[in-house]
């Protein structure tokens, strides 16, 4: 990587372009390293870094030409990055000119792509992961084909490094272990059908079950007889929604000129008038078929056409009255929906043979697939005991079928991703096993569980190949699942989640609400995904002529043109929304209740964007004195270039305070202001090298010419997939991928990458 350097209009203009610097015409050996990186180092830099307490405990004076090994150039790395960002020597300290910086650039990248690719680098090992919450949800959905609710009972997940899919930062607590067992159950439940076919369950309520309007003394040798116009009813439990069969034990005593009647309900809803001929001499059992809805329901039979006359001269015409024995509600009779889960669990069953010579099989598929990988033997007959033990005590074989299911999903196999060493002695890195590296690439691009193609060649044992696994990643990415990438990599990468947290004073900005932030986060995952998709290059996240947006959220950035509740892609004539920077939701998160925050939008680019966080502050030193009394944007920024004149508080802010002060013409809220009060926004900011950025639209082209930024993208990248945080060796193998890779790489270039290299195909070993 060269710098170029221009003045224009007296300030110093800087701009990067990438090179393939094996041919570098800067020397990479020792004197080459004295006269560029070693000069800057000894005039600007040893001062602070160096000595028996060097700041931020980085000693440079170790820091040679013939510097060749991880930690050392892990050291030039580190330079090499803080030059780029120009934010070394801090503010007060005689700064290097662009001529040294440039020799030292081109002497310290020559040297990283010439000896990094030498190295064997560690590709580290990751920290058995729990699944997170979404993880689980997609994990249920993928494999069985139900959406379930479960997860919102359990613990939040905890972040690590910005991400939720993080082995050292999850926790896992007897609450977890609670609220799992009781999903468990819900989920195996909703997957397995208690229906067989031609063996529709039959529910009888006697008599002396029922409820009369007559009360007690209707109810009399195990019938209700109702003396006048009455009703009985029972609440019958049914399993779902489908086609049910009422069966009626009635009987009358009939008299005067029409037969006994009786209305059939369901709930207070007549279905049926039964025209009663049956007599205690000649019973007769009333059936018919109707579509009910599952869950509790009350079936009533009423008596409706009472006859009395007691004068009548014919004793058996003198009383017309209704006797109900008993009711039943049969089914359901049709061909139950069964779940993609019970459809793949029962074509495993030989359909033949007892319950143990069924289960077997059934068992083994069930676990290949829930645990992600094949059962041992001793977990084949663990999980079998708990089925065999279920029967023992009276349960049917699909009873303890999910009972079978329910213990395989609170299994830490199912919980947790866990990679087990091939060779747990060995002292070498080695390949990770082809049912763990199919977990990982599923996870990583669709936060979900491998589908069947990816066990086909896991169990072939080709997925290891190189080729085969970039085939495989390219398929993924083309998959309606890859919106993972959008929802759960990009939302949390870019904060999208603390939308749900944010509150907006009302009083300042009252067309804030839940609505329009879960809008807010919609249009900037759908500019995700379109940017992964269409196989834009990276840079085109941060600066894009398109956005995506539904009526309200159009209304609230005064776009004019006309929109419905249904988001839709949109073009965009000006430098103000294309791109995330330009995107509501990032303003909301980066704000205060009751006003913008530069220092917040800085420090979220510095750490999000530019992949250079800056330290935390100091104790006592997190916030403006008389923070309270700042309620304009002049007075805010006043406040702040006080702040800045605090030596220990300058080194930070001067540069995270210009980026986030080029985003105050969009406020709290994400809305566009040209002026606040009668004064026109000041959205300009000097960085501390002189270069000077006047508001969005020069955000946009600093951020799309800083190869800190690809470096950024792909860094977050390489954290979510591997599930940890970049080691030294890591970072050096990001420099190789990003130089090889170009400078302009899509989202999609960038996964595959990360898919080829060592430390997401192989691991350390614990020896």
């Not at 300290?93 to 310290?108: F, I, M, N, S, Y």
């Not at 059962?375 to 023992?392: H, R």
């Amino acid at each position: 990587m060269i710098v170029h350097e221009r003045y224009d209009g007296g300030v110093l203009v800087r701009s990067f372009v990438v090179l393939l610097l094996a041919g570098s015409s800067v020397a990479q050996d020792a004197t080459g390293f004295d006269r560029s990186v070693g000069r800057l180092l000894e005039g600007h830099c040893i001062q602070c870094h160096g000595g028996g307490s060097p700041k931020a405990d980085l000693d440079l004076r170790g820091l040679g030409g013939d510097a060749s090994s991880v930690a050392e150039l892990g050291m030039l790395l580190g330079v090499r990055d803080r030059l780029l960002a120009g934010d070394m020597p801090p503010p007060g300290r005689e700064r290097p000119g662009h001529d040294q910086v440039k020799t030292a650039l081109e002497w310290a990248n020559g040297a990283l792509a010439a000896r990094v690719g030498r190295l064997k680098l560690d590709p580290g090992r990751a920290t058995i992961r729990r699944l997170s919450r979404v993880e689980y949800v997609n994990s249920i959905r993928d494999l069985f084909g139900i959406e379930t609710e479960v997860a919102e009972t359990f613990p939040a997940d905890d972040l690590g490094y910005g991400f939720d899919n993080i082995g050292d930062a999850v926790t896992f607590s007897t609450l977890h272990i609670e609220k799992y067992a009781v999903a468990a159950e819900k989920v195996a439940a909703d997957v397995i059908s208690m229906e067989v076919p031609g063996e529709p369950a039959v529910r009888r309520i006697q008599a002396a079950e029922m409820a009369s309007t007559l009360g007690d003394r209707s109810l009399r040798g195990g019938a209700h007889f109702l003396f006048t116009n009455g009703r009985v009813s029972a609440t019958v439990e049914l399993p779902r929604r489908g086609r049910y069969l009422l069966r009626a034990g009635v009987w009358a005593q009939q008299a005067g000129p029409e037969r006994a009647k009786a209305d059939l309900l369901v709930e207070r809803r007549r279905v049926k008038t039964l025209k009663v001929k049956a007599t205690r001499e000649k019973r007769e059992v009333y059936e018919f078929e109707l579509d009910m809805e599952g869950g509790s329901r009350r079936v009533s039979l009423a008596f409706t056409n009472d006859y009395y006359r007691p004068d009548d001269p014919v004793p058996s015409e003198r009383d017309r009255n209704l006797v109900v024995e008993w009711l039943e509600v049969v089914g359901p009779i049709d061909q139950p929906p069964l779940t993609r889960g019970h459809r793949w669990l029962f074509a495993a069953d030989p359909g033949h043979g007892g319950a143990a010579r069924r289960g077997r099989p059934m068992l083994r598929e069930m676990l290949r697939r829930i645990w992600r990988r094949p059962p041992t033997s001793s977990e084949m007959s663990g999980v079998g005991g708990v089925m065999k033990d279920k029967m023992a005590r009276g349960a049917s074989f699909r009873e303890a079928l999910r009972l079978a299911l329910a213990a395989a999903l609170v299994s830490p196999n199912f919980l947790f991703r866990v990679e087990l060493p091939n060779q747990p002695d060995s002292a070498v890195a080695e390949d990770i096993g082809p049912w763990q590296l199919a977990s990982r690439l599923s996870y990583f691009i669709w936060s979900s569980t491998p589908d069947d193609e990816l066990y086909r060649l896991a169990a072939k044992g080709t997925l290891g190949n190189g080729e085969v696994l970039v085939r495989q990643a390219l398929r993924m990415l083309r998959d309606p699942k890859a919106t993972a990438l959008a929802t759960q990599f990009a939302s949390q990468w870019l904060e999208l989640r603390n939308l749900a947290d944010a509150s907006p004073d009302p009083g300042r900005f009252p067309g804030y609400t839940d609505a329009l932030a879960a809008d807010l986060r919609t249009e900037t995952e759908r500019f995700f995904e379109s940017v992964l998709r269409e196989g834009r290059p990276v840079q085109d996240l941060v600066d894009a002529p398109y956005t995506f947006v539904n009526a309200r959220l159009a209304q609230h950035y005064g776009l004019e043109g006309a929109f419905d509740q249904t988001f839709r892609r949109v073009a965009l004539k000006d430098g103000r929304r294309g791109g995330i920077l330009g995107h509501g939701s990032v303003h909301v998160v980066t704000s205060n209740p009751t006003r913008t925050s530069p220092v917040k939008r800085g420090k979220w680019l510095l750490e999000n964007i530019l992949g250079t966080p800056p330290p935390p502050p100091p104790p006592g030193a997190d916030s403006f004195p008389g923070e309270e009394s700042i309620n304009d944007a002049a007075t805010l920024r006043a406040r702040m270039a006080e702040h800045r004149k605090n030596a220990t508080c300058a080194s930070c802010h001067v540069r995270m305070d210009a980026l986030g002060l080029t985003m105050e013409n969009f406020d709290a809220v994400g809305r566009w202001r040209g002026s606040e009060g009668a004064r026109p926004v000041d959205a300009t900011g000097e960085l501390p090298d002189g270069r000077k950025l006047d508001g969005i639209a020069a955000l946009k082209a600093f951020v799309r010419r800083d190869p800190l930024y690809v470096r950024c993208v792909a860094k977050k990248l390489f954290v979510y997939a591997i599930g940890r945080d970049v080691s030294d060796a890591d970072a050096l193998a990001l420099e190789l991928l990003v130089s090889r890779i170009g400078d302009a790489p899509s989202l999609e270039e960038l996964v595959l990458a990360i898919v080829r290299t060592d430390a997401f195909r192989r691991r350390r070993s614990p020896g």
